[in-house]
């Protein structure tokens, strides 16, 4: 285990309570979670459980009615306005009318780069998702993978240590889902970069995760978090092993312990 752990997302107690026409709506009660540098986390749990709440306010897009949590130290905002993290969401997001490039151009823009360093970092950020020579087309002429492949160069394009992604892949068919989940895996493992992942696919949280948060709604809380037993190299036929099966089994009675509590 990794003995050097620096927390980087530290949630305590948090609780967040949207206040509704029809009354209040508990989506996050009493969740606990460290996450340490270099960690990728997968959050899992039935639809409505708080997971993309817990990413928005991490990020935030939404601000806790209890509790604490910081970001590399900082508050949410602060760590917002210190661009802590990027965001990838479950549609790429792209503009239409702009390039590939002056896509991922735009957050750096808007940050103030000179033209020559956000040509740098879009050549790296290219590269780094596979996509070199692709920054001149437009998104319509790429497929709905090499999209999202784009709206990840653009979260990675600031050098944020924090990769927060909602349901990246889950609109994408499952031979593409997979080779982007290896792609995700070797990009993880070469930049050390910490990752917040939302899925609704068991394989998925555990092919890609160091740690699994299992969810249950109503209201959302975290019901079980599982260490990962397999080794950091991990090519996709990992998915057949026992030790794989097992950790699966394991997000599976999560699942249905959570809901099984709420019946
Ligand atoms: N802005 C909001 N105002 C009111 N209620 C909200 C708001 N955002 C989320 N909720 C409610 O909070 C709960 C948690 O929602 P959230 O989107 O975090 O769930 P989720 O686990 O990500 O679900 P899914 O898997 O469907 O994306 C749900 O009951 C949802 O209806």
Not at 65 to 85: C, F, H, L
Not at 94 to 122: C, F
Not at 178 to 193: I, V
Not at 239 to 260: C, K, Q, S
Request: glycine share 8%; net charge negative.
């Amino acid at each position: 285990m990794n003995t050097t752990s620096q927390p980087v997302i530290v949630a305590e107690k948090l609780d967040l309570t949207f206040q509704t026409n029809d009354g209040p709506v508990q989506a996050l009660r009493d969740v606990n979670l460290t996450i340490n540098k270099g960690d990728f986390v997968s959050f899992i749990g039935p639809s409505g459980c708080g997971k993309t709440t817990f990413l928005r306010v991490v990020a935030a897009l939404e601000h806790p009615t209890g509790g604490q949590i910081s970001v590399n130290g900082m508050t949410p905002d602060e760590a917002r306005r210190a661009r802590a993290y990027g965001y990838v969401f479950q549609a790429a997001g792209l503009y239409p009318w702009r390039t590939i490039e002056k896509n991922i151009m735009l957050p750096l823009e808007i940050m103030g780069y000179s033209s020559d360093e956000q040509a740098e970092h879009v050549d790296r950020v290219l590269k780094m998702v596979d996509l070199e020579g692709f920054g001149k087309k437009y998104p319509w002429q790429l497929s709905g993978g090499m999209q999202q492949r784009a709206s990840i160069a653009r979260a990675l394009a600031f050098d944020a240590g924090i990769l927060l992604m909602d349901e990246p892949f889950g609109a994408l068919d499952e031979i593409v889902r997979d080779h982007l989940n290896e792609q995700l895996l070797a990009l993880w493992d070469r930049t050390g970069m910490t990752v917040g992942f939302v899925t609704h696919s068991i394989p998925e949280a555990v092919y890609l995760s160091t740690r699994i948060v299992v969810m249950s709604p109503r209201p959302g809380r975290i019901t079980d978090v599982i260490e990962s037993t397999l080794p950091r190299e991990r090519p996709l036929d990992i998915r057949d092993t026992p030790e794989f099966l097992e950790i699966a089994h394991r997000v599976r009675e999560g699942l249905r312990a959570g809901h099984a509590y709420d019946d």
